[in-house]
Every structure is written in structure tokens, then in C-alpha cells.
């Protein structure tokens, strides 16, 4: 699991995260949720060590992410972040590539190989791997991306915000692909995710988060909760149950 002990992240005397205590089971995909500002990226982050802490400690599989080697890390945790600024003249291919690093240095076998097509059929991505990033659609860059980070093929997965500049098909697509790898893959998956109902239909877990602090956190099916949801977001919201699953409602 991953485990959050008194971390804090102090950018001013007005402006902090924290104190955060959280603990993230094993499996499935948990969301973090929150209005903006939050502070549900700069937790993404710190966990995936991209940004330092000013207090506490972050466990990953029971390494702590401050003291473990980068190589180490990079093994057992992947992130993607929400700006990502690869040469565009990568193919797909070769940007799947990078996610075998950790393991190969830059000199790929055939086994490498291998894992890249896996994630690349996975993704659906086959027709497009000669494809030069800048050729590819805001949706099928995005499903490289993932491919790359899964391609790692660490146990933790973590992404901020993977539904930015995607349209209602792509977003179900790309969360049904998530879910799938959790599945298929043994992946436990952290998310940064925007829209509550697609955290109500995919994840299994919630953590919600307000004015830089972790407010809940729980099964999904808790959390869909009239008065919790309203007051996280601060505005009326009806939890109703659907053929599909719970669908907050807003007013």
C-alpha cells in the first residue's frame, strides 16, 4: 500500500497541504477528487517523488520514497504528469519505449520489446506506432502516454488528471482501459480525476480532498454521499442510483 504520514507541503504562510495521513490499499483504482486547489495534484506528486516534502514521510510498498534509490523507485512506482514535454518527433513506439528505462538503460532486448507491444495492443495503439507524436490526435497521444507509463510495469501507477482535453467517448475509453489494467495487470492506480462520476463509476476507491487536506477517504460507494459530496464541492449535489451505478446529480 501506499502510506502518508504528517506530510506537509508549505508554499507560504496562506498556502499549504497538509497535514496529510492517508493510507492507499493495494488494487484497483483509487481517485483523488476535490475542487481545484485542492492540492489532489501536489499529493500526486510528491508520492511520485517529483516534489519534495517539508515534513513527514511517503511509503511506497514499504520504501521510503525520500531515502530509496531513484532505480529502486522507479521499479516499484510510475507517474505521469499532467504537462509532458517529449520531443514530437518520437514515434510511438519509440515513446512506449521510455517506459522500459528502468529496466533496460536505454538498450533494449527482446523481452523489452516484447512488454512494448504488449501495451501497445493494449492500448490500441498498433496502427498508430510509426506515427510521429505530433501527427497523433490530443486522445491518441494521451493513450501513448499511458502506454509509456504502463510499460514500466511497476505495481503502483500514478496520473494526474488523464482525461484533460478528452471528449466523453475518449474519457470513458481511457478510464475503461485503466480499470482493465488494474485488472489484467495487477496494477494498483492513483488518479487525479476531475469529474466525481467517473471516479463513482471506475474506482474502487475515493480520496477526497479540500483546502489541502484529505477530508475522506473510503470505498467509493461511501463516499457518493449527498451531504459528503456537497460539502467537499460546495454545492447542492443528489447522489441517485442508476442501471449503471451511483450518479451524483448537481443542482
Do not use: W
Request: net charge negative; charged share 20%; aromatic share 6%.
Amino acid at each position: 500500500m501506499i502510506t502518508l504520514k504528517d506530510v506537509n507541503k508549505n508554499y507560504s504562510s496562506e498556502v499549504s497541504i497538509g497535514p496529510v495521513d492517508l493510507e492507499i490499499p493495494r488494487g484497483g483504482i483509487t481517485a483523488l477528487v476535490g475542487p481545484n486547489g485542492a492540492g489532489k495534484s501536489t499529493l500526486l506528486t510528491m508520492m511520485g517523488r517529483l516534489l519534495g516534502i517539508d515534513q513527514g514521510a511517503i511509503e511506497i510498498a514499504g520504501m521510503d520514497i525520500t531515502t530509496t534509490k531513484s532505480k529502486d523507485l522507479a521499479k516499484i512506482v510510475s507517474i505521469l504528469k499532467q504537462e509532458n514535454h517529449f520531443m514530437t518527433k518520437l514515434t510511438v513506439r519509440q515513446l512506449v519505449g521510455f517506459g522500459r528505462f528502468p529496466h533496460s538503460k536505454g538498450r533494449l532486448t527482446a523481452e523489452d520489446e516484447e512488454i512494448i507491444s504488449r501495451y501497445i495492443d493494449f492500448l490500441h495503439l498498433a496502427e498508430l506506432e510509426s506515427r510521429y507524436l505530433d501527427e497523433l490526435s490530443g486522445g491518441q497521444r494521451q493513450r501513448a502516454y499511458v502506454a509509456m507509463v504502463l510499460a514500466q510495469e511497476t505495481e503502483y501507477v500514478l496520473l494526474d488528471e488523464p482525461l484533460n482535453n478528452l471528449d466523453i467517448s475518449h474519457s470513458v475509453h481511457m478510464m475503461q482501459h485503466l480499470k482493465d489494467a488494474a485488472e489484467q495487470f495487477n496494477r494498483t492506480i492513483i488518479v487525479v480525476l476531475h469529474d466525481i462520476n467517473y471516479a463513482a463509476r471506475y474506482a474502487r476507491y475515493m480520496c477526497a480532498m479540500k483546502n489541502g487536506k484529505v477530508i475522506h477517504m473510503g470505498r467509493t460507494e461511501e463516499l457518493m454521499n449527498n451531504q459528503i459530496l456537497t460539502d467537499i464541492f460546495e454545492t447542492p449535489i443528489e447522489v441517485i442510483s442508476t442501471p449503471q451505478g451511483l450518479l451524483a446529480c448537481y443542482h
